[in-house]
């Protein structure tokens, strides 16, 4: 009787750790979306204020992740189990996607916003890449506690300046891959050794404030704790719509998707092209995670090639799809230019991703 009992409880703990939620997410391919077509009968990218062109074949289409799990909605060991041994979806720790004391609503404000940042990002790097001139006003959006900048800097401050360099505001149209505003900020803060004092010119509501500050070692380079972004001001309007997709990681697309648009030429030439990279307004594009499942979703809808930042390409061989798409490594947006211009030509070599 003792070992039946014993036996029947140890089923029922296994049965029941079996059924325990996880706090683990389980990612598979998501929805592709065309940045040159149409979702829901609208235009994906539409343009008023100059030219705009629609061609009929080709596409350049954003992949996107589908996450199941997360805090209020976590999965069993069994459901993980199924995902783990499933070669075209991951497992991952939970707080990957949502970090410790963000609720599930705050990580998809921050997707809303980073999505709303790329849009605005990836138009300024396509106009630089088409020799559009257009403004970009560094502003202050908030500073981040026991850093330098903080309760020195304000919110709404605009660096006019860095060691007295002044930071241009306006692109010249004749390099794709000028630093202008924000990104000059950036990059001459970020550039000097960490614990380097750096001096900043700010005009608060009207008066020049001139502060200096030790910097401290930041994610890439010499930080000082602030949040900066850029005051747009295009010479057109580029609307983006993709429903109600987050995150930062179509900013490439997007931006291919918008030269597209003003360009009499198809960029695609008839090829039916995939990619995923964040993009900075200087034209710099950035890794991302959930490459093998985004693979999965362009080969699923009929992609030849998949353009991934070069930051990314460790990913790219563990994909079920690797054999099956021509994976192109990109690090700038004029090399995502080139890439096309070699895919629709046939002539010169795409840049591969090495093991």
Not at 49 to 76: F, I, K
Not at 77 to 82: A, E
Not at 242 to 260: C, N
Not at 331 to 354: F, K, S, W
Request: glycine fraction near 12%.
């Amino acid at each position: 009787m003792t070992l039946v009992v014993a036996l029947v409880l140890l089923v029922g703990i296994g049965a029941a750790g079996l059924l325990l939620p996880l706090p683990y997410l389980v990612a598979a391919p998501g929805v592709t979306v065309n940045t040159v077509g149409e979702l829901r009968g609208e235009p994906v990218i539409s343009v008023e204020g100059a030219d705009s062109y629609e061609h009929d074949e080709g596409t350049l289409s954003m992949v996107t992740v589908q996450y199941a799990g997360g805090p209020d909605h976590r999965l069993n060991f069994f459901t993980l189990v199924t995902a783990w041994l499933s070669p075209t979806q991951a497992v991952l720790p939970e707080e990957l996607l949502f970090p410790a004391g963000r609720s599930p609503e705050e990580v998809s404000e921050r997707q809303t916003v980073q999505m709303n940042d790329s849009q605005t990002d990836a138009t300024a790097a396509a106009l630089s890449q088409l020799g559009i001139d257009f403004d970009a006003v560094p502003q202050v959006a908030d500073t981040v506690e026991d850093m330098p900048a903080h309760g020195v800097v304000e919110a709404g401050d605009v660096i006019v300046a860095v060691d007295g360099r002044t930071v241009p505001t306006s692109s010249s149209g004749d390099d794709p891959e000028e630093l202008v505003g924000s990104a000059a900020v950036v990059e001459w803060v970020s550039s000097r050794e960490p614990g380097a004092p750096v001096e900043l010119t700010l005009d608060r509501d009207g008066e020049t404030v001139d502060v200096e500050l030790e910097t401290r070692r930041g994610e890439n380079g010499a930080a000082v704790g602030v949040l900066i972004g850029d005051d747009m001001d295009f010479p057109l309007d580029v609307e983006i719509s993709v429903g109600d997709i987050g995150g930062p990681s179509a900013g490439m697309m997007f931006s291919l998707g918008i030269m597209d648009r003003l360009t009499e030429e198809s960029l695609t030439g008839g090829a039916n092209i995939a990619g995923s990279g964040t993009i900075t307004s200087a034209g710099q594009v950035g890794g991302i995670s959930g490459i093998p499942q985004k693979m999965v979703s362009a080969r699923r809808d009929g992609a030849d090639y998949f353009l991934v930042a070069a930051e990314s390409c460790s990913q790219v061989f563990e994909s079920d799809a690797y054999d099956d798409l021509e994976v192109v490594r990109v690090e700038t947006l004029t090399d995502a230019v080139g890439a096309l211009e070699t895919i629709r030509t046939g002539e010169g070599e795409l840049p591969r991703c090495q093991e």
